[in-house]
């Protein structure tokens, strides 16, 4: 290898690196901001003290290594689906060997259904809790901005999701530098303050945790509540594996993030050991005072990078349960030309502004925010454990007794995380677990939904053959052209055909019956994604089949049907998809309830044409009316 082409391959290895630390890293680099400070919120019980200091910060230190640093960066990262990561993903993979219909694979649904709707709930708290959390600095540098807080927070958030549409290709080339630059920040002011008092490092021993604990002197449920907002943003790491690799994101938080963090939560420990008073905002008060306002810009970059992150993650996560059938299909825009992951999700943008803007406003600071964010964190891990279980047992085929005894580490501690954070339920808790269950009913309702239409159609479709047979005997009349006909089984005869078939009594000349399916991997390799049968008198049966995070592009697939010998010319060839009218059956297999929430979803959901960019002045819609 010469040695410029080795410099080159240094240099993409250090972009990708920078990379990553801007997207990945942004919520649990935030959490210095406010997890210290709400360990010693009155709530909890504790006064600054050097046991208490000590204990805090080893209870924050073992929860950072054992669950980010082992659990995720040592392990879940090897759950990988074809390089990609993150619940979905890992469900997708799990259900690969759960027999259908099994009370296994319910399971795994539902672990999978309830770990993405937390990743909603996520998605609102991040945003609120991150920049409410660096603007409350203002406080800090002058007591005249108090009660800005608030709608400063709520006009930068407003100016981010408004920005969402145009894409992160520009500003995203910032994200890294800038996120690098906040890391060494924090990093320093911790040294800072541990050289000041380096008695503080005591709190590396767990002992000082559990003593803590033990003690009497706090609340231990509502400790842990707030220590968990410390490991916020390790589900992100696996998440996002799929874009930086598992090495780069192994590298990044033991040379970087690691350090970076344990070193500011030190810092700000040794502060509270010599002024007690700093529990204000220990954060901003590690800093000289000199320092404190570009600190500020600087948390705010942070925040706002972290919320980022989080969106993204959220458009993503629609992406992939909209192709794994658990949501309704949504109008997904891809922002650039380059980067395939990066999309934009109109209705889902709309819905966590107002949400995030509502939770600002409700709550007005971060502490208020705590026990609701750990929540939604703490039960995505849960989710995550369960079925991480599952897959290193039967799928990678770990012994069981290693597997069963790290799962019950881990499920341990999460359970500890999300049973503390449960106690704080009236206190704001009930919002992510009413946005998580909600979620899941949608989920679960449209799932449902859709499996009882397709048995439906079963019960009184033709089978192809028979038409075939007609065609064969010439007892239809053939048209010029070529017609589409959209289906989910390739074997029976789509409701639009027979539609068309009693209302125009003709037939093109070239009918393909056309099923869009979804693999259970991330991807498609574009030579795996068209399958062709040609059929006697001018039928064929074409699949195009593609990954839970691609987009499908009907037409352009088509046009590779030539290489079968097969040929639809634009202007020649016309689509025919079915629209449905539902209707509410006070015998149907949904309560009543859930059968009425269908019926909204489905006429909330794009429609064929919209979804699979189908040309509309080709497209016929032959309505039908359906009872559920």
Same mark, same amino acid.
């Given at each position: ?6 410099d ?5 290895k250090l972009?990708?690196?920078?990379a990553a630390?801007?997207?990945?890293f942004?919520d649990i680099?935030t959490?210095p ?8 919120d009155?709530?909890?019980g504790?006064?600054?003290?050097p046991?208490?200091v000590?204990?805090v910060?080893?209870?924050?230190f073992? !929860?950072i290594t @054992?669950i980010?640093m082992?659990? +995720?960066?040592i392990? #879940? *990262? ?6 990609e %990561?993150?619940v979905?993903?890992l469900?997708a993979l799990?259900?690969k060997k759960a027999?259908p219909r099994?009370?296994l694979?319910?399971?795994?649904v539902? !672990?999978?259904? @309830?770990?993405a709707?937390f990743f +909603?709930g996520?998605? #609102? *708290?991040?945003p609120a809790?991150s920049?409410? %959390?660096?603007v409350e600095?203002l406080?800090?540098?002058?007591p005249a901005f108090?009660?800005?807080?608030v709608?400063?927070s709520?006009a930068?958030l407003?100016?981010?999701f @408004? ?7 520009r500003v995203?080339?910032?994200?890294g530098?800038v ?5 060494v ?8 303050g ?5 008695a503080?490092?005591?709190?590396l021993d767990?002992?000082a945790? @559990?003593s803590l604990?033990l003690s009497?002197q706090?609340r231990?449920l509502?400790?842990?509540g707030?220590?968990?907002?410390a ?9 996002d594996?799929?874009?930086?690799g598992r090495?780069?994101?192994?590298h ?5 993030v690691?350090?970076a ?5 030190f810092?700000q420990g040794a502060?509270l050991?010599?002024?007690p008073?700093?529990i ?11 320092l404190?306002?570009?600190?500020l810009?600087l948390?705010?970059m ?11 993650g959220?458009?993503?996560?629609t992406?992939?349960?909209v ?8 109008r ?6 380059r980067e ?23 709550f007005?600071?971060s ?5 609701a ?5 703490t ?5 995550t ?33 999300l049973v503390?954070?449960?106690t704080k339920?009236?206190e704001?808790g009930w919002l992510?677990?009413?946005?998580g269950?909600?979620l899941v009913a ?6 449902r939904?859709?499996r ?7 019960d009184?479709?033709v ?7 007609q065609?064969a005997?010439?007892k239809i009349?053939?048209?010029?052209g070529?017609?589409v ?7 029976m005869?789509?409701?639009a055909?027979?539609h ?6 003709v ?6 019956l056309?099923r869009v399916?979804?693999a259970?991997?991330p991807?498609?390799p574009l030579g795996?994604q068209l399958r062709?049968?040609?059929?006697p008198n ?7 089949s ?7 592009d009907v037409p352009?697939a088509l046009?590779r049907c030539?290489?079968h ?12 998809v079915?629209r449905?009218?539902l ?12 059968s009425?929430l269908?019926i909204?979803?489905?006429?909330y959901?794009?429609?064929p044409?919209?979804y699979?960019?189908?040309?509309p ?6 309505g039908?009316?359906t009872?559920?």
């Amino acid at each position: 290898m010469s040695i410029a082409s080795s410099d080159g391959a240094q240099r993409m290895k250090l972009a990708l690196h920078v990379a990553a630390i801007g997207v990945v890293f942004g919520d649990i680099g935030t959490s210095p901001l406010y997890t210290i400070r709400q360990c010693f919120d009155p709530a909890v019980g504790l006064k600054p003290t050097p046991e208490s200091v000590a204990g805090v910060l080893s209870l924050v230190f073992w !929860a950072i290594t @054992l669950i980010v640093m082992v659990k +995720y960066v040592i392990f #879940i *990262l090897q759950a990988d689906n074809k390089g990609e %990561g993150g619940v979905l993903a890992l469900t997708a993979l799990a259900l690969k060997k759960a027999p259908p219909r099994s009370y296994l694979a319910i399971a795994l649904v539902g !672990a999978g259904m @309830l770990g993405a709707a937390f990743f +909603y709930g996520d998605g #609102i *708290l991040t945003p609120a809790i991150s920049v409410l %959390g660096a603007v409350e600095g203002l406080e800090v540098i002058s007591p005249a901005f108090s009660g800005m807080t608030v709608p400063i927070s709520a006009a930068l958030l407003i100016v981010l999701f @408004l920005a969402q549409k145009n894409g992160t290709a520009r500003v995203g080339a910032w994200f890294g530098p800038v996120m690098t630059v906040w890391f060494v920040t924090i990093g320093v002011l911790g040294i800072y303050g541990i050289i000041q008092h380096p008695a503080v490092l005591a709190g590396l021993d767990p002992r000082a945790g @559990l003593s803590l604990l033990l003690s009497g002197q706090t609340r231990p449920l509502l400790l842990l509540g707030a220590v968990v907002l410390a490991i916020t943003g390790a589900e992100a790491l696996y998440a996002d594996m799929g874009h930086f690799g598992r090495s780069t994101i192994r590298h990044v938080w033991i040379s970087l993030v690691w350090p970076a963090l344990v070193l500011n939560y030190f810092g700000q420990g040794a502060l509270l050991l010599y002024n007690p008073e700093a529990i204000a905002n220990p954060f901003y008060l590690l800093a000289p005072e000199f320092l404190r306002i570009p600190l500020l810009i600087l948390a705010t970059m942070a925040a706002i990078i972290a919320s980022q992150a989080v969106i993204s993650g959220a458009f993503s996560v629609t992406s992939q349960a909209v192709e794994l059938g658990w949501l309704p299909r949504v109008r997904i825009r891809h922002t650039s030309a380059r980067e395939s992951g990066q999309i934009y999700v109109p209705q889902i943008n709309a819905a966590l502004m107002v949400g995030v803007l509502a939770v600002v406003l409700g709550f007005e600071t971060s502490a208020r925010l705590a026990y609701a964010y750990g929540i939604a964190v703490t039960g995505t891990m849960v989710m995550t454990t369960c079925i991480g279980f599952y897959y290193f047992r039967r799928i990678a085929g770990w012994p069981l007794i290693p597997v069963a005894a790290l799962a019950l580490l881990f499920f341990t501690i999460d359970m500890s995380f999300l049973v503390s954070n449960l106690t704080k339920v009236l206190e704001g808790g009930w919002l992510p677990l009413a946005i998580g269950f909600s979620l899941v009913a949608v989920m679960e309702t449209w799932r449902r939904g859709r499996r009882i239409l397709a048995e439906q159609f079963l019960d009184g479709a033709v089978p192809l053959e028979t038409l075939l047979k007609q065609a064969a005997d010439q007892k239809i009349q053939r048209v010029k052209g070529a017609a589409v006909f959209l289906t989910s089984n390739l074997d029976m005869v789509p409701t639009a055909l027979l539609h068309n078939l009693k209302h125009n009594q003709v037939l093109h000349k070239r009918v393909a019956l056309l099923r869009v399916s979804v693999a259970d991997t991330p991807r498609v390799p574009l030579g795996e994604q068209l399958r062709v049968e040609t059929l006697p008198n001018g039928f064929a049966r074409i699949e195009i089949s593609h990954g839970f995070m691609q987009t499908v592009d009907v037409p352009e697939a088509l046009e590779r049907c030539r290489t079968h010998g097969l040929d639809f010319p634009p202007m020649e060839t016309s689509y025919f998809v079915s629209r449905q009218t539902l209707v509410h059956e006070h015998s149907s297999r949904m309560p009543a309830w859930q059968s009425r929430l269908f019926i909204l979803l489905m006429d909330y959901a794009l429609t064929p044409t919209e979804y699979f960019q189908l040309p509309p002045n080709r497209v016929v819609e032959l309505g039908t009316k359906t009872e559920v």
